[in-house]
């Protein structure tokens, strides 16, 4: 999908756009929306968020989604789409964070 109409972001715009400011978040786009999960303020790790946030270019607007059973920093994220060629039925996408050595991994919606 290609939006021509939004303009590059710079770090400036980019903390005036998302609502909650952080660092150490994970990012991943999925079905044309853009997600910012978990992170951390000013990098302290007794400060780690649960947030999920999505935004959608369509109407250039952040909504909260449903948090994160578990505050997480440092993390990554992936986007993928599965589908069944037996059932001919498409996977619903989905966002997972990775989580650290030790931790249970928890997807988010």
Same mark, same amino acid.
């Given at each position: 999908?290609?939006?021509?109409?939004?303009?590059?972001?710079?770090?400036?715009?980019?903390?005036?756009?998302?609502?909650?400011?952080?660092?150490?978040?994970?990012?991943?786009?999925?079905? @044309?929306?853009?997600?910012?999960? @978990? @992170?951390?303020?000013?990098?302290?790790?007794?400060?780690?968020?649960?947030?999920?946030?999505?935004?959608?270019?369509?109407?250039?607007?952040?909504?909260?989604?449903?948090?994160?059973?578990?505050?997480?920093?440092?993390?990554?994220?992936?986007?993928?789409?599965?589908?069944?060629?037996?059932?001919?039925?498409?996977?619903?996408?989905?966002?997972?964070?990775?989580?650290?050595?030790?931790? %249970?991994?928890?997807?988010? %919606?």
């Amino acid at each position: 999908m290609v939006n021509k109409g939004l303009k590059p972001v710079t770090r400036a715009s980019a903390a005036r756009l998302v609502p909650t400011a952080r660092d150490h978040l994970a990012v991943a786009a999925i079905d @044309g929306r853009l997600y910012a999960v @978990g @992170g951390r303020i000013d990098g302290d790790y007794s400060r780690n968020l649960a947030s999920n946030e999505a935004y959608d270019p369509a109407s250039n607007r952040w909504e909260q989604r449903a948090p994160m059973p578990t505050a997480r920093s440092g993390i990554a994220a992936a986007s993928s789409i599965v589908s069944s060629r037996r059932s001919g039925r498409r996977a619903e996408p989905g966002l997972a964070s990775a989580a650290g050595e030790g931790e %249970r991994s928890s997807g988010i %919606r």
